[in-house]
């Protein structure tokens, strides 16, 4: 109810959200080759190889971004996160960022994944194996039709072809399956190469 009453707040005074300076908690994790200023001026530095920062509550305020990290891997879920930081994934193929919104992500997770991605055309897509893939749920279904019609996926024609072919197929893959072919397999297997050799579309 709150959401919507300063939706409506912002509505009627023609600005953006931001500008009423009520600002969500973020949900989201962020580690890896990244410092930043707070927009209060506090240092922020990600590069903790065991541990996570939560995402900033106001990522529109946040400067002095410095990082030399050659990718950011955005993951979905936490418990892949958490793996991750487990097995040291970002010491071991530094410099990188990971970023998670822990499931569906909130507006300052996506914020800062926007922030940390000069472009979005530069997301890669990664070929997955037939056995990997399982059925669509009926939440799945409604999930990849909302997609569809999302303005950021309908102006990039990589990412509508990649959408609708899940759609046709009505499959999808969860990278946590990986795991069950060795502990480790997913961290020091799986995504280095990916990472290193490519294999994406």
């Given at each position: ?21 009520i600002l ?117 279904e409604r ?59």
């Amino acid at each position: 109810m709150l959401d919507s009453i300063v939706d409506d707040i912002s509505c009627m005074l023609k600005v953006p959200r931001r500008s009423l300076h009520i600002l969500a908690t973020s949900k989201g994790f962020i580690s890896g080759d990244l410092c930043y200023l707070e927009e209060d001026g506090t240092k922020v530095d990600c590069n903790s190889s065991s541990t996570a920062v939560s995402v900033s509550s106001n990522v529109n305020g946040i400067r002095n971004i410095v990082s030399s990290a050659k990718f950011i891997l955005i993951v979905e879920k936490d418990a892949t996160f958490q793996r991750l930081l487990d097995d040291d994934f970002c010491a071991r193929l530094s410099p990188c960022i990971i970023i998670t919104g822990k499931g569906v992500p909130d507006v300052n997770s996506r914020l800062m994944a926007s922030r940390l991605c000069a472009s979005t055309s530069t997301a890669q897509w990664y070929r997955v194996p037939d056995e990997a893939l399982i059925p669509f749920a009926k939440a799945d279904e409604r999930k990849i039709s909302s997609l569809r019609s999302r303005s950021y996926i309908t102006c990039q024609p990589t990412w509508e072809r990649e959408v609708e072919t899940m759609q046709n197929l009505k499959r999808k893959a969860e990278i946590q399956c990986l795991a069950s072919i060795a502990p480790h397999f997913l961290t020091r297997v799986y995504l280095p190469n990916k990472l290193r050799y490519g294999g994406w579309i």
